[in-house]
């Protein structure tokens, strides 16, 4: 069983930077990606920034490009999401992913997902 485990999520104002780190308890062959979603109550979960354990290809929702970004250590198995610039927009629970289709935005290409972490920014 594969665990994630989320960590450095808090509250900050506008224009602040939080990283997010996403520790994973072992690596898969169909954990080949990863990837950062987030969600509000109401709202449908939605896809932020994802990587690949080999490789440096990233891929970013347009909402965060420029901002936000993602990078690995796969020495650690962990995965980092760095966001500057945050708006009130950027406030959610952020949820670390894992699953096997290089660029994937859907939530249902993901297999394994951490309990999520709050993010908040105010105005």
């Known amino acids: 069983q594969v665990q994630l485990v989320e960590s450095g999520g808090g509250s900050v104002q506008a224009g602040g930077s939080l990283r997010l780190s996403c520790a994973a308890s072992?690596?898969?062959?169909?954990?080949?990606?990863m990837g950062w979603f987030r969600q509000n109550p109401g709202k449908e979960r939605e896809f932020v920034a994802s990587?690949?354990?080999?490789?440096?290809?990233?891929y970013y929702a347009d909402s965060v490009k420029g901002r936000f970004t993602i990078s690995r250590d796969s020495a650690k198995s962990t995965v980092y999401l760095q966001m500057n610039s945050l708006k009130p927009e950027d406030t959610a629970v952020y949820y670390c992913?894992?699953?096997?289709?290089?660029?994937?935005?859907?939530?249902?290409?993901?297999?394994?997902w951490g309990q999520g972490t709050q993010v908040t920014v105010s105005s």
């Open positions: 072992r690596r898969t062959f169909s954990m080949s990606v």
């Open positions: 992913a894992g699953g096997g289709v290089p660029y994937a935005s859907s939530r249902g290409a993901y297999n394994y």
């Open positions: 990587i690949r354990w080999s490789g440096d290809n990233t």
